[in-house]
């Protein structure tokens, strides 16, 4: 957290405005300057952000196959797609994956931040961070292949080892509950490093004599968690969940590559079906209004968490 | 915002200290550190176990109880890899498009953080909000939209359609925005006061000096699109075009069950590159993924 962000806060910026200015030839250099700079930045967002954006919304109001022309229908999509059963199951499925797998990420990470920050030998602790941080910088689909293998229902590592307590071969990948928490633990696997270090970064910052004054009061262990650390981490906690959350409801690469949806609907996300509607079926107006759904459940619940923040997040 | 994060860098490195009885503290710690290193062997051991099943004989994949360390390592695999796909090309594709969406990245970031920074024009506040707003909107979104403009400017099934759209970066140029607010301005001025022109103060002054924001640009963006799955999935046709996690998904399904050695051998390759900025450039990757969720 440190460069960028400490860099970030010099008090200098009340001058920037001034900064080279008065060096140029004239007032007229001056002007375009800036764009120059911008250029390539604003114009290729403008391309390829701001444009596609607009057209996702302005086609989820047309019938496109591509071959045919372009036909207006009004809301005909969002009602067809309101209706689809599979694309019904399909929201369904990434509600519950991202309720399911977000508190288990922030749970997990939450925890093992605070172990990790105690008391603890340097270069213990640096290997444990690194090693939570580590599936950060592989590739989901990566992973996905290998975990497939070791979930195997015959051959796998997992069910080799769930033998020994005595647990018979569990259908991971063959039955919809099987393959929903498959893709959970995957997802969670690979994920909740991040929430880790959003929850290093916020414990760190609490300041040592909260704690000091803490224990004097008599405060140890959980009691000590639940009355210090929590509330004062309720912010890093807010920021932690709506970035879970938002990465969360756009799950693609392990279910696709893990299950493809299967079997039957079961693990089938609204990402996949944005994918099979517009690449698969050619229903590219569809596509859109779905995609512009999705959008809107994020932006409602982007909003809804900075609401609720101001009731719940103590700011010190 | 300073004094947040100073004391976040200083007590950084001191962990909370809580005055407990000797004893008592010791036994706490036993029991930590052991609930950590199982977490830790869930963590890592899955990437081990795919180590070692890709330096067993492909008939062994499958064998339980296995053979836990291969001893005598076998790189069978590993030749079926270069044999049954082609990986050198599939890497050339892959650094390419990484490599090139990086660099790209660091200089139109640098630059245009540099103007939201430093220079004063009209419409700066709006057109970063602008900027940052685009954040919103997942990329899976815009997607279709994407894929037609390609097609449109005949990009498409070409490595340029994965290259161009990654380029412009709203997170990148408000990284690069911060960084520069954190330079000094003084420097600016002594060169303005020795007839630098504008472009001269930001190339040969403050770029110099922003070198660490550009690494941690780069770096972010190379983690991201050498691992990126999606934009390759629907932007690249031919198999000539496919990138590494693309192309290994593709021999997955290939393959069936048959000789998953084979592909797990290519799942370690495409490891390597990341594992090497994981041990050089942990620490820019860690604070690039927590910029801008400071308080």
Redesign the interface.
């Known amino acids: ?13 009340n ?10 030839t004239g007032k007229q250099r ?2 375009w ?3 120059a ?2 250029a ?6 403008g ?7 607009v ?2 919304v302005v ?1 989820a109001f047309f019938r496109w196959d591509i071959i045919s022309a372009p036909s207006f229908v009004g809301f005909d999509n969002f009602a067809e797609v309101v209706q689809d059963p599979t694309v019904r199951v399909s929201f369904l499925n990434t509600i519950l994956f991202v309720v399911v797998a977000v508190a288990l990420q922030l749970g ?1 990470a939450l925890a ?1 931040a605070i ?6 030998p340097a270069w ?2 640096v ?2 961070r ?13 992973v996905s ?6 979930f ?1 229902e ?2 796998g ?1 997992v069910n ?1 080892l769930l033998s020994f307590v005595g647990i018979p071969a569990v259908p991971w990948l063959t039955t919809p509950a099987g393959s929903a928490a498959v893709v959970i633990l995957v997802y969670v ?1 690979q994920n909740f490093g ?1 929430s880790f ?2 929850f290093i ?1 916020g ?6 004599e909260t ?2 004054a803490a ?1 004097i009061d008599g405060a ?2 959980w009691r ?1 968690h639940r009355h210090v650390t929590l509330p004062l981490l309720s ?1 890093t906690t807010l ?2 969940s709506v ?1 879970a959350i ?1 990465n969360a ?2 799950v ?2 392990q279910p ?2 893990l299950t493809r949806g299967g079997p039957g609907d079961a693990t089938r996300t609204a ?1 996949m079906v ?2 099979e509607s ?2 698969q079926r050619l229903q ?1 107006g569809q ?2 209004a779905i ?2 759904i ?2 809107l459940i ?2 409602a619940i ?1 909003a809804a968490q900075f609401r609720l923040s101001k009731r719940f997040v103590f ?1 010190q | 915002m300073t004094t947040t994060s100073t004391q976040r860098a200083v007590v950084d490195r001191v962990a909370p200290q809580r005055p407990a009885p000797r004893k008592k503290r010791n036994w706490s710690m036993a029991g930590r550190i052991v609930l950590l290193l199982i977490a830790s062997v869930l963590i890592l051991g899955p990437v081990l176990w795919t180590l070692s099943t890709s330096l067993r004989p492909p008939a062994e994949s499958f064998q339980l109880p296995p053979s836990f360390l291969p001893l005598n390592p076998d790189f069978s695999s590993y030749d079926q890899v270069f044999k049954q796909l082609n990986i050198m090309l599939l890497v050339l594709n892959s650094a390419l498009v990484t490599g090139l969406i990086a660099v790209g990245q660091m200089f139109t970031a640098a630059l245009a953080g540099y103007a939201f920074a430093n220079l004063k024009f009209r419409g700066r506040g709006a057109l970063f909000s602008i900027v940052l707003a685009t954040m919103m909107v997942p990329a899976q979104v815009t997607i279709v939209p994407v894929f037609m403009l390609i097609r449109g400017i005949g990009l498409s099934d070409t490595l340029l359609a994965l290259i161009l759209p990654a380029i412009p970066t709203a997170f990148g140029t408000f990284l690069m925005r911060q960084y520069f607010l954190g330079l000094p301005s003084d420097l600016g001025e002594a060169a303005a006061i020795d007839g630098a022109s504008p472009w001269r103060t930001f190339r040969s002054v403050y770029a110099p000096l922003a070198m660490p924001g550009m690494a941690i640009v780069g770096i972010l963006a190379f983690n991201y699109h050498w691992n990126e799955f999606f934009r390759p999935l629907i932007l690249t046709i031919s198999e000539q075009n496919f990138t590494l996690p693309l192309g290994l998904v593709s021999l997955q399904g290939n393959l069936g069950t048959g000789s998953i050695s084979v592909v797990l051998a290519g799942v370690i390759l495409s490891m390597i590159p990341a594992l090497v900025v994981f041990m050089f450039g942990q620490r820019a990757l860690r604070d690039g993924l927590t910029a801008g969720t400071g308080k």
């Open positions: 957290m440190s460069t960028a962000t400490t860099g970030m806060s010099t008090a200098r910026r001058k920037t405005g001034t900064r080279g200015q008065r060096i140029t001056q002007r300057l800036p764009w700079f911008l390539p930045t604003i114009l290729g967002m391309l390829f952000t701001l444009v596609p954006i057209a996702s086609l997990l093992l172990m990790v920050q105690e008391k603890l213990l602790r290997f444990f690194s090693a939570f941080f580590f599936p950060l910088i592989l590739s989901a689909a990566s292949i290998f975990m497939r293998y070791l195997n015959q051959f590592v080799w696997w991040f270090l959003l970064g414990l760190a910052s609490i300041p040592t704690y000091e224990s140890t262990g000590k912010p920021v932690a970035m938002i409801l756009q693609f690469d696709y590559v990402v944005i994918f517009a690449f590219f596509a859109s995609g512009v999705l959008t994020i932006m982007t700011y």
